[in-house]
């Protein structure tokens, strides 16, 4: 039987990337529940918020329900609307743009770099007179070139909000993703680098007006220590029991994104010699330090190299194959992104996540590398 025959590699594996922490989180869950039925915005929910934030590099964090949740709260928050344009990609998950749309403003999509982030040099030239914000995706744990997107802000008085929805942990000339702009929005869905065990997000930011205003936005409008609605809320509560589970797991964030960098660095090394295949960025170009949120390879023979790895038991994502402006019922046909549509037609994700064998890297590289041979 040949090495690895029978060995199968699964995008994701949240079983095995929980173990090593189950009995922790086994002491948390049951504290929380049975010892003191501590349910909604309580102290795990306060000690994880200056938990992130120190992490983060902010000086507040606020805990929601969700990454999405976070960019519709951010939004609101500074006031975007009917009249607004906000300036994005069309790269991106879905809800970045549906935000926008939500908060009633009209979104300008922009073509991304080929790191699969937003094209600098293209935002200025989208600018009108009507533009309110610029929201920056932090794209498969890479940060965004935050030095110049905020000087472009800052010449047009425009805010910032960075999605760090896949960006937790990745630096930028020695700042973490999430520390420049006014706010940013995290999610700790399960298979981001921070992980809950169901829904989860953050807002973080150093301006203390708008962390008092999303404290109170989140929770329905009001200020529970005084008594006052200040304006019509939302119900968008992290919860007390995934802000404890978090609170374990943000320990061991450090190790988990060195193990991330391991796993690209061999897989930098085992692929770095197939022409057809293009890899990401390198993990350190001395601007950058990436968290790998995704592992992403680029190739025009990407359908067939994903069938072959279906047959051999590994697992990999497509990120995302039909591009947000190509779905015609949302109205954003107008947009030509020739990059962005370029990237949907050979991207895929490599298995990525700490728990990930050295054998099973192997195994994924091997059969990168059988298909090409082929």
């Keep these: 039987m040949r090495k690895g025959e029978n060995m199968q590699v699964p995008f994701v594996d949240l079983p095995k990337q929980i173990a090593p922490y189950k009995e922790d989180v086994r002491g948390v869950i049951e504290d929380v529940i049975f010892n003191r039925a501590d349910f909604i915005m309580r102290d795990d929910l306060l000690a994880f918020e200056r938990n992130f934030a120190q992490f983060v590099g902010t000086d507040f964090s606020v805990g929601v329900a969700n990454g999405s949740d976070a960019i519709n709260l951010s939004l609101k928050i500074l006031g975007v609307g009917p009249g607004d344009e906000v300036i994005t990609v069309a790269h991106t998950f879905i809800a970045t743009i549906a935000a926008i749309v939500h908060a009633g403003a009209t979104p300008v999509l922009v073509d991304v770099d080929d790191d699969y982030n937003i094209n600098v040099d ?123 589970i978090l609170n374990v797991l943000l320990k061991h964030l450090p190790d988990m994104i060195h193990r991330r960098r391991a796993i690209a660095a061999l897989y930098d090394q085992g692929l770095s010699g197939i022409k057809e295949v293009k890899l990401p960025p390198a993990p350190n170009d001395g601007e950058h330090f990436d968290s790998f949120q995704n592992y992403v390879i680029r190739t025009k023979q990407r359908d067939a190299l994903v069938k072959h790895l279906s047959a051999q038991k590994i697992g990999t994502l497509i990120s995302w194959k039909t591009p947000n402006h190509h779905h015609k019922n949302l109205g954003l046909t107008k947009f030509h992104l020739p990059n962005t549509e370029s990237i949907s037609q050979e991207v895929v994700s490599l298995p990525m996540h700490p728990a990930l064998s050295d054998e099973e890297i192997r195994y994924v590289i091997d059969n990168v590398g059988r298909f090409f041979k082929r």
């Design 122 to 244: 293209l935002i200025e030239p989208a600018i009108t007179a009507k533009t309110k914000a610029i929201i920056v995706v932090h794209l498969n744990g890479r940060a965004c070139d935050m030095d110049r997107i905020m000087g472009i802000a800052k010449k047009h008085n425009l805010f910032i909000v960075e999605d760090s929805a896949q960006g937790i942990g990745a630096i930028y000339k020695g700042k973490k993703a999430g520390s420049f702009g006014d706010l940013s929005t995290n999610s700790f869905y399960p298979f981001k680098i921070l992980g809950c065990f169901g829904d989860g997000g953050a807002i973080t930011t150093n301006d203390p007006d708008l962390n008092y205003q999303l404290r109170c936005l989140r929770d329905n409008g009001q200020d529970r220590v005084k008594g006052d609605i200040l304006f019509w809320g939302w119900n968008s509560r992290l919860d007390n029991l995934q802000a404890g």
